[in-house]
């Protein structure tokens, strides 16, 4: 299989086994690494100061895979690395804040890049978790059970933008690139503690108006027909997939921002809401980052 040494932003790389298939569809490990190359400048600012964990399937998405925080052995000296200090471990992430430690990752087979809802302060080595952790945005992850499909899923999704503009938090919206869509609000900076306090409540309020669509409850047993509205990655522990990573499907789907005039059409029976990485470039290509205002946005505050 190929190898090739190249230079990215003026580091040294060596790519290894180019030729290899990761993903049942044919899409190789060279087109992963040039899927993340070709969409970094409006990716690696959503990346910005989050630590990044990392899902790896050094033999593509049908064989093990394997959860990483910590940076791998053999790291390269120029990977900024963030220390976070948890209440059971502390975990030396990686920051990535270039397109060569993007790349790095890529050659590694992460397929899929995690992040917090935190960053780390500028020029900080080290984070400590606590409920006084200043969170930057909430994220609401629209969980389907079986037998929903995207009409539903994008309904019910219309309806939690509801319920945070009557709060007036603006939210953006994103596929998962699994079932689900995601929907996020940018905020002032917030404690992690009172961030979850609100999301759950919010939850809560959603099941309690929408007892026929919305639940909260993980327990499989009471998922079909209905959505789970997860909270629990607003922890100040927790991570969820990055806008435009890949996702370790047959097929190399993406979590895709989307406008929400795609999510109404959805919602009355139009497209599937599915993209895969060439869709994502045209995507990017023609309507630039859709979800740019999470960054640049007004940011909300949380209500009493």
């Known amino acids: 299989m190929t190898d090739v040494t190249t230079e990215v932003d003026g580091r040294t790389l060596k790519l290894t086994n180019l030729g290899k298939v990761l993903y049942p569809s044919g899409f190789t490990k060279g087109e992963v690494i040039d899927y993340y190359r070709r969409i970094a400048p409006v990716m690696l600012p959503h990346l910005a100061g989050r630590p990044v964990t990392r899902i790896r399937f050094p033999n593509g998405t049908q064989a093990p895979s394997f959860f990483e925080k910590n940076v791998p052995a053999g790291t390269p000296e120029w990977v900024t690395v963030h220390h976070v200090a948890g209440s059971r471990e502390d975990i030396d992430y990686p920051l990535v804040d270039s397109l060569a430690t993007l790349v790095w990752l890529a050659n590694l087979a992460a397929l899929e890049l995690h992040t917090h809802q ?73 404690p992690a503690g009172r961030v979850i306090t609100y999301a759950r409540a919010l939850g809560a309020r959603l099941a309690a108006a929408h007892p026929e669509l919305f639940l909260t409850e993980i327990a499989k047993a009471a998922r079909p027909g209905k959505i789970l509205v997860d909270v629990n990655q607003n922890l100040a522990g927790r991570n969820t997939v990055c806008a435009y990573s890949l996702r370790a499907k047959d097929a190399p789907t993406v979590s895709t921002p989307l406008a929400w005039d795609e999510v109404e059409d959805a919602a009355a029976g139009g497209s599937p809401l599915r993209f895969e990485a060439a869709d994502v470039l045209d995507r990017v290509e023609a309507h630039g980052d859709l979800f740019a205002p999470l960054l640049t946005g007004a940011r909300g505050v949380l209500p009493a």
């Open 118 to 190: 935190w960053r780390a302060a500028p020029g900080a080595s080290a984070t400590e978790l606590t409920e006084e952790l200043l969170v930057d945005q909430l994220v609401l992850d629209l969980d389907p059970g079986p037998g929903v499909a995207m009409p539903l899923i994008a309904s019910a999704a219309l309806l939690v933008a509801g319920a945070l503009a009557d709060d007036r938090l603006l939210c953006h919206v994103k596929t998962s690139g699994s079932k689900g869509l995601q929907l996020y609000a940018a905020l002032e900076p917030t």
